[in-house]
């Protein structure tokens, strides 16, 4: 196991080293950092600009190898460089990778434990009621853009708050400045409402799928049967032997998709105006800064290497078959 | 009889349109075996299932089934699953999939006594647990592990173990042993007879085996297109069947102790969807007549004083024994073996474990055959026989892919690894496979003349003279030339084995390699595939390798016999020769635990020790001294032989056989001495 571990994180490592190195090179590449600076009236002097593109490390004249390998050498001291309002890119993802968090522990939690429990009973009701609906139901909601749903959302609270006559739910921005104390976590909580609801509306409606196949796979074994020839009863064995034999292969999924939350659930951070991880890349690549695209990448690359390992780990811990 | 134990009257399962058990009756009396045996479709799965109230959902049951007076059907779904367990216990077929692979097995056998027993203390069920295991003869420590990490057999006496944990009063077991080795088979076997005997259990066994059947059980069923059609005392049924289908039935199945003739039944089994009126074995019973196709005969008595042999059939009495005569036997003009068409010399084969891209074999190697020589000649039939994991397959799959491994393999006296690539493939092209799973081994959107057809593609006949071909290769297999525009699917299982058989035929090979030629199609369909190859084998002289584990098959169609056990040969000897007087231990065992289809025979017994532990084969000595009775009995100077040194196969004064054994090849007249012998 620690062997398999140790040899999978070395392998990690060079994957991770070269992702790293591709998304330097293709923000570069792609990315435009003089950008900002035209159009101005009157011009930028020549000399702010080639300070300020010295502080980045961006400067086109030099040739990429070099940037690149400053770059690097930055990042083996633990820096990912400056951003383009000269704050450290480093302190910025950490911020923004925890507004993320707040993000994708509740949503991925409620989501995925919906979805299975949607996909278990439309599973055990095949083709009855529950089962068309929630069928239908997520094939609509996977069929509609993200931002379709935060949209409906948004006007729903709109009208509740009407109703209710007060600011019930908010949904700009993470908190109202002013608030403490015990006010200013309600404020929060307030704040959390839709976007979380509507990252579990998406996931309840992709995991209730997978969790329905698997089920199923599951039922059509004798493993339920066996069981209900202990003396368990219809329910019990499917409770007791069919949802988690069932529920296995989902780890895998579930830490995948809690991850791909953290690195930025973009459309959702947007519709919300949330500052998480999404919206860091998308302004770095209309900013045409580098170097916070670059870091955006390394950190997506590291996490889907890391998540990896925890997934195997996990699914080797839930399911004895598996030897790492 | 007393009071019954299971009582069922009546019994109706529907899955919506079709009827799968058209009004069943079968009394049980407590502690009584009575065996269930039918045909693919017969309604034997429902049955039980009806019984244990398991059916699957959309499943309507009709009828009456009263256990211990209690009426099962109409009870809801709490009320039976108290009753599962106590009342009525099930050992499944696959207890791979029945058993939890999330759970250790010991935890999976106390499940039951907690579910039945709120009060049941930890202890108290670890005791009874250990009492189980016991029962079954698994090692207490086996109670830590994982399903997957058990044999098979070892996997099933946890099934076992599961259906005894609460003492029930009716045990069924549906195919118990369908998919174990045959001396695997009868420790199970033994192991359910002896559970069922300490708790004074009764027990359903259902099987397609007759030979299961005949060993082990009291009374036997017959079943068949969803009725009983006949029932009565083992011994009277085996001894005089009545009904033309259990009869037909006895004929069809091979008898390992004689190469009798075998007596297909024509046509195939019914679907439950499409029965017509009338009795449901009518379209394919020799005796029927006009009132067969029209009314359902009921089960009656044979005789007004003999009240324990029914049988269903109209004609009961007015046919005698010539339905399903026994033909003649045969007497084969066969030439002696010519020159050798396949010989495979010292071949080793060994599978590499954890097969990555980076990192194959690290986790080391298995041997799957050691040492092994096979030769067919010109005109004979060998078998190759071996429980699973002996290295058959291997072996066979070696002369077609040929990954270069020690060892030679010669086609008509050339070499392969040596021959030049074109000669090579014109080589490959005279040895021909047919495979074991016709219906994998069949291209579903392609026609079976286009099938057939392809070998002579490859061959380069020209076209007008393959149609001619493949119409004449139908016909040797018997079917017909226009089912050459069929598709796989629209073909019965035994007729898409034909075609298997006819795509091998059609470039008259010099060698058609078998593999499991009948496994998995139904005893009446079985017969009339290895008749049609027996007749092959006389009139055409046809040259085969047989591959298979089924000694009943070896028994009916092979020159001679090579016997293969965890990657060596243990013997090789003439047909006749091994089936009367087989030496090597292994070969004894094996005969010994082949079920026949006569409850006078001995009850297969298993001589060779259980594989109840997880032994590493040694790679020094004899692979199978631990489970060997002859190891267990010889003394050490003898054992420290056995341990060190692999025997290899030695003459005997049989010139046809030869054995690798240090004890038991020396011949009565101490032809050859084991070397070790003068010490002791």
């Known amino acids: 196991m620690l062997r398999y571990l140790a040899r999978r994180a070395a392998n990690a490592l060079v994957l991770a080293l070269a992702a790293t190195c591709l998304g330097y090179v293709l923000a570069s590449v792609a990315l435009d950092p003089l950008v900002r600076f035209r159009g101005n009236n009157p011009p930028v002097p020549d000399e702010q600009i080639r300070h300020a593109l010295a ?165 059509g074994t004798d493993l339920v049967r066996g069981a209900r020839a202990m003396g368990h009863t219809q329910r019990s064995a499917l409770v007791r032997h069919g949802v988690r034999v069932a529920m296995v292969p989902m780890s895998t999924l579930a830490v995948y998709t809690a991850g791909m939350v953290l690195a930025g659930a973009t459309i959702t951070e947007l519709a919300f105006s949330w500052h998480g991880m999404g919206e860091y890349l998308l302004l770095a690549a209309q900013r045409g800064d580098v170097n916070a695209a670059a870091g955006t990448v390394a950190c997506t690359a590291v996490l889907v290497l890391v998540l990896g390992m925890v997934a195997d780990v996990l699914y080797a811990w839930l399911d004895p078959r598996v030897r790492l | 009889m007393g009071e019954p134990l299971l009582d069922v009257t009546d019994l109706h399962v529907r899955f919506g349109e079709a009827s799968a058990v058209r009004g069943v009756d079968l009394r049980m009396s407590p502690g009584e075996v009575v065996g269930l045996v039918g045909e693919s479709g017969a309604g034997k799965s429902a049955f039980v299932c009806g019984v244990v109230g398991l059916l699957p959902r959309g499943a309507t049951m009709t009828g009456s089934v009263r256990l211990d007076r209690t009426e099962l ?25 029945v058993l939890n692979p999330l759970r250790r097995v010991g935890t999976l056998v106390a499940e039951p006594l907690h579910l039945h027993d709120r009060s049941l203390s930890r202890h108290g069920a670890a005791t009874r647990v250990d009492e189980l295991f016991h029962l079954v003869g698994l090692p207490s420590g086996a109670q830590q592990a994982f399903a997957h990490e058990l044999s098979g057999g070892m996997r099933q006496r946890v099934g076992i173990a599961v259906a005894m944990a609460c003492s029930p009063r009716l045990l069924v077991a549906d195919e118990p042993t369908t998919s174990l080795d045959v001396t695997v088979q009868a420790q199970v076997l033994d192991v359910l007879d002896t559970a069922r005997q300490a708790s004074g259990a009764g027990l359903l066994l259902v099987s397609h085996d007759l030979g299961v059947v005949a060993g082990w059980a009291d009374r036997v069923a017959v079943m068949y297109g969803g009725r009983i059609v006949e029932q009565a005392q083992a011994d009277d049924l085996f001894a005089s069947p009545q009904m033309p289908y259990t009869t037909g039935l006895l004929r069809a199945v091979p008898d390992p102790r004689e190469a009798r003739r075998l007596v297909p039944v024509p046509g195939d089994p019914p679907v439950a969807a499409y029965l017509a ?28 004083d003999d009240t324990s042999h029914l049988v269903a059939c109209w004609r009961t009495g007015e046919i005698g024994d010539d339905v399903f005569a026994v033909p003649p036997p045969r007497e084969p003009q066969r030439p002696a073996p010519g020159e050798p068409v396949l010989e495979i010399r010292d071949l080793h084969v060994t599978h590499r474990l954890d097969a990555g891209v980076w990192r194959r ?34 072996t066979v799959e070696h002369i077609f892919d040929g990954t270069p491994s020690p060892g030679t393999v010669r086609v008509l006296g050339q070499d392969l690894a040596q021959a030049a690539r074109p000669e090579r493939r014109r080589l490959r092209r005279t040895v021909q496979l047919v495979a074991q799973d016709a219906t994998d081994a069949l291209n579903p959107r392609m026609t079976v003349g286009a099938a057939i057809a392809e070998p002579l593609v490859l061959a380069r006949v020209p076209r007008p003279e393959r149609h001619d071909r493949v119409a004449e290769a139908l016909t040797t297999v018997g079917l017909h030339g226009s089912d050459a525009t069929a598709y796989p699917h629209q073909l019965s299982g035994g007729q898409r084995r034909r075609v298997t058989v006819a795509r091998a035929l059609v470039t008259n090979p010099e060698l058609v390699v078998l593999d499991e030629p009948v496994a998995g199609l139904d005893v009446s369909v079985a017969a009339g595939l290895l008749e049609l190859l027996a007749d092959l084998r006389d009139t055409r002289g046809l040259t085969a390798l047989v591959v298979t584990h089924d000694l009943a098959v070896v028994r009916h169609l092979a020159d001679r016999v090579a016997v293969m056990a965890v990657g060596r040969l243990v013997e090789e000897a003439s047909t006749e020769a091994l089936f009367t007087a087989p030496t090597h231990p292994y070969t004894r065992a094996l005969l010994a635990a082949v079920p026949v289809p006569d409850p006078t025979a001995p009850r297969p017994a298993a001589s060779f020790a259980p594989d109840t532990e997880w032994t590493t084969p040694t790679t020094t000595g004899c692979r199978l001294a631990p489970r060997c009775p002859l190891f267990a009995n010889a003394d050490p100077d003898q054992q420290t032989l056995c341990r060190t040194q692999p025997p290899s196969l030695v003459a005997t004064h049989d010139p046809t056989r030869t054995v690798a054994c240090h004890w038991c090849s020396t011949p009565p007249d101490d032809l050859v001495q084991p070397p070790q012998d003068q010490s002791t």
């Open chain 2, 361 to 394: 074999g690290r986790r080391g190697q298995v041997v799957a055959v050691d040492d092994v020589s096979v030769t067919v000649r010109r005109g004979e039939i060998v078998a190759l026989v071996g429980e699973s994991g002996a290295g058959k397959t291997s």
């Open chain 1, 55 to 219: 502080i980045t490390g961006t400067d086109p004249n030099t040739p990429l190898a070099s940037r690149l390998w400053s770059w690097l050498s930055g990042l083996a001291h633990g820096s990912l460089g400056t951003s383009v309002d000269n704050r450290p890119v480093t302190s910025e993802i950490a911020e923004r990778a925890g507004t993320s968090l707040q993000l994708l522990v509740l949503g991925t939690v409620l989501g995925v434990g919906l979805g299975v429990l949607v996909g278990v009973v439309g599973a055990v009701r095949q083709h009855r009621w529950f089962d068309r609906v929630t069928t239908q139901g997520s094939f609509v909601v996977l069929a509609t853009p993200t931002f379709v749903v935060a949209v409906l959302l948004m006007v729903g609270a709109t009208r509740l708050n009407e109703a209710a006559g007060r600011q019930v739910i908010r949904f700009t921005g993470q908190y109202t400045p002013g608030h403490e104390g015990w006010a200013a976590v309600t404020d929060r909580a307030s704040h959390l409402v839709l976007p979380t609801l509507a990252l579990v509306i998406g996931l309840v409606a992709a995991f209730s799928r997978y969790q329905r196949a698997a089920m199923l796979d599951v039922l």
């Open chain 2, 73 to 97: 059907v109409g009870l809801d779904d709490r009320a039976v699953s108290a009753l599962r367990g106590p009342g009525v216990a099930m050992v499944f077929q696959d207890p791979l999939s």
């Open chain 2, 277 to 304: 009126p009338g009795c449901a074995f009518a379209p394919r019973c020799p005796a029927a007549q006009r009132r067969c196709t029209r009314t359902d005969p009921p089960l009656a008595p044979l005789g007004t």
